[in-house]
């Protein structure tokens, strides 16, 4: 079911913590779902829901594919030392998983 919940580009500007002219530049590229009422934009729950999605996406594959050209051109000596970091984990123990679902939970409380 669609959400009918609005923001507007101060309230999206601040939940990210960043200037309200990003914001207007991502709709003015149209990247980020927006809908104009007189003079003033309204940005849809869904439609900010989509780009966070979507750019969340964009990101863990860039930094997984950054991470495994890391660890191809480290020396022996690093890869060593990236194993034993990465197997050393206790198994009882919970991470935070680095997911957009997670990353949507963290910012809209869903």
């Known amino acids: 079911m ?8 101060g309230e999206v500007a601040k939940k ?3 200037h309200v002219n990003t914001v207007r530049n991502l709709i003015r590229r149209g990247e980020l779902q927006a809908v104009k009422f007189g ?3 309204r940005i849809p729950h869904d ?3 989509a780009y966070v999605s979507n750019n969340t996406r964009k990101a863990l594959k860039t930094l997984n594919e950054s991470d495994a050209r890391f660890k191809a051109n480290a020396s022996p000596r690093k890869q060593a030392a990236l194993n034993v970091i990465t197997t050393s984990a206790p198994e009882d123990v919970v991470y935070p998983v680095n997911s957009p679902r997670y990353i949507e939970e963290d910012l809209f409380g869903e």
Do not use: R
């Open 2 to 9: 669609a959400s009918k919940k609005v923001y507007t580009i």
């Open 16 to 18: 990210f913590g960043v």
């Open 39 to 41: 003079t003033s934009w």
């Open 47 to 49: 439609g900010l829901k």
